[in-house]
Antibody, heavy 122, light 108 residues
Framework: QVHLQESGPGLVEPSQTLSLTCDVF??????????WSWIRQPAGKGLEWIGR???????NYNPSLKSRVTISVDTSKNQVSLTLKSVTAADTAMYYC??????????????WGHGTMVTVSS | EIVLTQSPGTLSMSPGERATLSCRAS???????LAWYQQKPGQAPRLLIY???NRATGVPDRFSGSGSGTDFTLAISRLEPEDFAVYYC?????????FGPGTKVDFK
């Protein structure tokens, strides 16, 4: 059974860089059969897609965040990472990683991690 | 960029009733890339429907999706207590994912 586990610091100071990791269990990122995305959700609000990466080096980002974000898969560690620079209070949210079934399910996110809460505050 | 609008914002229902949720796209989209999710408090979203009308693995058949072009619908034939949650539609196109603002199904 596939599951995803996000981790990272729960508190980040304004203007600093947020770094999160998603460990993938029960599936191999290197198979290339999925993209791997990060999605965030401020408390009480809706979902915002941040970006995705594929082990073949294809990366897409939300234009609203593109200048500050880097997402990459590490096939040796079976992990997906997220780096977000110059954070502000507006980046406070629950951050989820999710698997994207682009080959057969129309790019739907079929597996989600439980999420990790990030607060931006001094 | 495709903008998704969901209505109503809140749907007040009773168990056993039929619920119909709407998702409207700002321009015509391919139904292949339209999905629905359920989210309960304190939990991650759960995929219900992909490609507009296909149930994901393990999703009860009381959930059904339909639609094309700009108008899509998620129907729950008979609400169970565990179905009271927030529902989001999602679209993928031109290397960008967008979500609707959600419809909350709560107890009448």
């Amino acid at each position: 059974q596939v599951h995803l586990q996000e981790s990272g610091p729960g508190l980040v100071e304004p203007s600093q860089t947020l770094s999160l990791t998603c460990d993938v269990f029960g599936a191999s990122i290197s198979s290339g059969t999925h993209y791997w995305s990060w999605i965030r959700q401020p408390a009480g609000k809706g979902l915002e897609w941040i970006g995705r990466d594929h082990p073949q080096g294809i990366t897409n980002y939300n234009p609203s965040l593109k200048s500050r974000v880097t997402i990459s898969v590490d096939t040796s560690k079976n992990q997906v990472s997220l780096t977000l620079k110059s954070v502000t209070a507006a980046d406070t949210a629950m951050y989820y990683c999710a698997r994207d079934r682009y080959l057969d399910w129309g790019d739907a996110f079929d597996i989600w991690g439980h999420g990790t809460m990030v607060t931006v505050s001094s | 960029e495709i903008v998704l609008t969901q209505s109503p914002g809140t749907l007040s229902m009773s168990p056993g009733e039929r619920a119909t949720l709407s998702c409207r796209a700002s321009q015509s989209v391919r139904s292949t890339y339209l999905a629905w999710y359920q989210q309960k408090p304190g939990q991650a979203p759960r995929l219900l429907i992909y490609s507009a009308s296909n149930r994901a693995t393990g999703v009860p058949d009381r959930f059904s999706g339909s639609g094309s072009g700009t108008d899509f619908t998620l129907a729950i034939s008979r609400l169970e207590p565990e179905d009271f949650a927030v529902y989001y539609c999602q679209h993928y196109g031109s290397s960008l994912f967008t979500f609707g603002p959600g419809t909350k199904v709560d107890f009448k």
